[in-house]
């Protein structure tokens, strides 16, 4: 049996990591979130938090941590 990536041709693409993703429309930057984060992938500016998809493990730490609940580890 051959994968869809060998019958076409095109790379294998390696499996998405989950990440946390801030909702901007919950977020009141509040900061609650980026002390918790045990790779310190969250950055909150003046108006929204923003995870750094690079950095972020997604271990969900920060879900809990967010009193709007507009953080979600997809």
């Not at 045990?38 to 920060?62: K, L, M, N």
């Amino acid at each position: 049996m051959t994968s869809e990536a060998e019958s076409t041709g095109a790379a294998p693409q390696p499996e998405r990591q989950a990440i946390a993703r801030v909702a901007p429309h919950m977020c009141d930057a509040c900061g609650l979130c980026a002390p918790i984060c045990p790779s310190q992938a969250i950055t909150v500016g003046q108006f929204i938090a923003e995870v750094d998809a690079d950095v972020c493990t997604g271990c969900g730490a920060c879900v809990p941590a967010c009193p709007k609940a507009a953080i979600v580890v997809m």
